[in-house]
């Protein structure tokens, strides 16, 4: 089992910028990839942004490219979001995930919510105008 907690969400004003942690408790992290998502009121969750377990390899929404940056602490079982250019569109709940691979698959990473095996319950993310 692996046990995931968000934090860093808030209320911000457009333009403005957000780091969201998420850490990991349980099985080794180090061979989790990750993945952030969102949900939008009244729309359904979204992939935003993964990351491979070696850290390597990442891959972002178009909707994100540039503004966002996923990153991960191994040795301290924590993955980031780095969220730039905030927009009032970016407004949502964001849930990060977790999906266990193997070892020699260090650049896997997954956009599918199917994928991930563990989720975290959520922050929020609000974005003024």
């Known amino acids: 089992q692996v046990l995931l907690v968000e934090s860093g969400g808030g209320l911000v004003q457009a333009g403005g910028s957000l780091r969201l942690s998420c850490a990991a408790s349980g099985r080794i992290f180090s061979r989790y990839a990750m993945g952030w998502f969102r949900q939008a009121p009244g729309k359904e969750r979204e992939f935003v942004a993964a990351i491979s377990w070696s850290g390597e390899s990442t891959y972002y929404a178009d909707s994100v490219k540039g503004r966002f940056a996923i990153s991960r602490d191994n040795a301290e079982n924590t993955v980031y979001l780095h969220i730039n250019s905030l927009k009032p569109e970016d407004t949502a709940v964001y849930y990060c995930?977790?999906?266990?691979?193997?070892?020699?698959?260090?650049?896997?990473?997954?956009?599918?919510?199917?994928?991930?095996?563990?989720w975290g319950q959520g922050t929020q993310v609000t974005v003024s105008s």
């Open positions: 995930a977790a999906q266990q691979v193997g070892d020699y698959s260090r650049n896997y990473y997954s956009t599918q919510a199917l994928s991930y095996n563990y």
